[in-house]
């Protein structure tokens, strides 16, 4: 099925038939040897540079087409595949190839009347993904599926749909069938119509999962949606990392994380509130704005006419903001890192040890660091594989960078002994 074969009343039809074919793939997948999942893997990788001039005039059309409909810097930057990016991502799937698997099987211990307890991994069977203007995230999260052996129904928005497709077509699927695994395992919903998210969450004996990435307004909504038809959802809906420069901090290792934190605006992890102790406020405020200024990126100062925690970078006026606000110490900026923001990740910079271990107690967030940028909060950068998001749900769960050993089920058998 074509990107032009669906009206915007076939869009739950057509949701529902890639979640029907998923479904009767998904045994290709469970069953698959680790030789076979690692070999679509490293498959992709090949397929993905051996498709590298598809794909990138793919992304320069969906480029060209946002750009025209004013789509914001930051957006335009998530949905731009450059060429260094394409091999970023081709030598990512070959480490994620080389990823050791998780063990299926766990013995725990006897039981009475000589039995034994096993803990079995099993794979959900179907995961739907729903992401925005971020081609990449076809690859991550296709990859992350068939490492985990679960079929999947992913679901883009219309400006990253026609590098979604390519990709699909190009290197996913020719690459499941280069290791005799069923290609249909991974579907595309080919609708750019907004309701194909809403329907993905509505199929519980389908899709009983589903990865959502984007907006947080719309992700919310999603995911009560979710919930109201049973759905499970993994939820990376907020972002915008914290840093605290703390009165014993280095000031020039201060300046020098926020320009880390500042390589890419349009990233969920970047820096977008910058707190200061009240004590070297006046001091490290010009230094700071004289980063800033070489970053082409704009002070938002007291008094603040915003919600101290917005997230800039989804922002399409001002999204090259971040805000600075002056607090009274460690404490003061766990609390407002803890109330006022997402929860996404904070960083202290201090050279006191006390001081920064009384700031990683307070703070409850996803990722908490020391002296080094939130940017790290990232599955490949901390774990050496592709993501399909972060949750920061604060409940038990997988939370943090969800990668492939979370996308799973626990089973406990109990066998003779």
């Given at each position: ?9 076939t ?8 979640a029907t074919?998923?479904r ?9 040897s ?7 893997l490293a ?6 540079s ?11 059309a ?16 998530r949905l731009?595949?450059?060429d260094e ?9 070959h480490l ?10 766990v ?18 069977g ?7 203007a ?5 690859v ?14 992913l ?12 990709l ?6 020719p ?25 993905l969450?509505?199929?519980?004996d389908l899709?009983p ?6 907006s ?23 972002g ?6 703390d ?24 820096l977008?509130?910058?707190?200061v ?33 917005y ?25 407002v ?10 960083c ?23 002296n ?8 490949f950068?901390l ?11 604060k ?12 996308l799973?089920l ?8």
């Open positions: 099925m074509s990107v032009l074969d669906v009206s915007p009343t869009v739950a039809s057509a949701v529902a038939a890639c074919a998923a009767a793939a998904a045994p290709s997948l469970a069953k698959a680790d030789e076979a999942i690692d070999g679509a498959a992709m990788a090949t397929r993905l051996g498709a590298r001039a598809l794909v990138l005039e793919a992304n320069a969906d480029i060209e087409a946002a750009q025209a409909a004013g789509m914001s810097a930051g957006l335009l930057d731009r595949i450059t990016r394409l091999t970023a991502m081709a030598e990512a799937l994620l190839a080389a990823a050791p698997h998780p063990t299926r099987s013995e725990l211990g006897e039981l009475p009347g000589g039995l034994r307890l096993v803990e079995r991994r099993r794979p959900v179907v995961i739907g993904a729903n992401y925005e971020r081609p990449n995230v076809t991550d999260v296709a990859s992350q599926l068939i490492k985990s052996r679960n079929a999947g129904v679901r883009t928005g219309s400006a990253a749909l026609g590098s979604a497709t390519t699909l077509r190009s290197v996913i699927a690459a499941l069938s280069d290791v005799d695994l069923d290609p249909a395992a991974v579907q595309l919903v080919p609708s750019a119509d907004r309701a194909a998210a809403g329907a969450v509505q199929l519980p899709v999962l589903v990865i959502l990435r984007g947080g307004d719309s992700t919310r909504s999603l995911g009560q949606l979710a919930a109201q038809h049973g759905v499970r959802t993994l939820a990376h809906a907020d915008g990392g914290v840093l605290y420069l009165v014993a901090a280095d000031l020039d290792l201060g300046i020098d994380l926020i320009r880390r934190s500042l390589d890419r605006l349009g990233v969920c992890n970047r977008n509130l910058l707190l102790h009240e004590d070297i406020y006046a001091t490290a405020l010009p230094v700071i704005q004289g980063a800033l200024s070489t970053l082409d990126v704009t002070p938002s100062l007291p008094p603040h006419d915003h919600a101290v925690g997230e800039w970078a989804l922002d399409a006026d001002r999204e090259a903001t971040v805000t600075i606000l002056p607090v009274a110490d460690a404490a003061d900026a766990a609390r890192s803890n109330e006022e923001t997402s929860g996404l990740a904070a202290i910079v201090t050279e006191s040890s006390e001081t920064a271990d009384e700031f990683m107690a307070a703070y409850a967030g996803t990722g908490v660091f020391w080094a940028p939130t940017r790290l909060l990232d599955g950068k774990l050496g594989v592709p993501e399909t998001g972060i949750n920061i749900d409940v038990p769960g997988p939370r943090g960078p969800v990668t492939y050993p979370d799973c626990r089973q406990y058998a109990v066998l003779p002994a």
